[in-house]
């Protein structure tokens, strides 16, 4: 199996962008637009938002991810966080990129002192494989977080982080 470097990246690199431009159209052409909650290339850029990217070791994208702040950690609560634009380019299908990212997502989420890390994903057969990763890796369903709104196109997923967890990376490597 080839390594998976993951790292810190771009959304708006030329290669990067292209693998969201195809995340975006997937979205769009599977759910209708009021049901659409992916983020686009400026909007990945916040501040709030980290981005990261997989490739191989010669630099070739495999898959991205990002890792959205909705609560911040404080001296009185755990923070909380939000997946976003996790996406494997084709040819890296099977590979264990989402898996690796994911772990990676987790880890500083738990870094970070996130008590929980939600995230929403479409409810079409198009989604069950992001949906069995997801809870394959300890994600339950439940309802609405931040401003979602109930939506027969969409799946809420959480999982709790234990206080004092190990990163993730180790926690579900199998």
Request: with cysteine; glycine share 10%.
């Amino acid at each position: 199996m080839v390594p998976v470097i993951i790292g810190l990246d771009s959304p708006v690199r030329g290669d990067v962008r292209a693998l969201l431009d195809e995340h975006l159209a997937d979205m769009y052409a599977t759910s209708p637009p009021e049901s659409v909650h992916a983020l686009d290339h400026p909007a990945l850029l916040a501040p709030s938002v980290t981005f990261l990217t997989a490739r191989d070791p010669d630099g070739i994208l495999l898959g991205c991810g990002a890792l959205s702040e909705l609560a911040p950690t404080t001296a009185g609560s755990r923070g909380e966080g939000e997946l976003k634009s996790m996406r494997t380019a084709h040819a890296a299908r099977g590979r264990g990129v989402a898996t690796a990212v994911l772990a990676r997502l987790l880890e500083l989420a738990a870094e970070r002192g996130y008590g929980r890390v939600s995230l929403e994903t479409g409810s079409q057969e198009f989604f069950s494989p992001a949906r069995r990763l997801y809870a394959g890796h300890g994600f339950v369903e439940c309802g609405p977080f931040g401003s979602y709104v109930p939506d027969p196109h969409s799946v809420f997923m959480t999982l709790e982080l234990a206080r004092g967890e190990r990163p993730a990376r180790q926690r579900i490597a199998r």
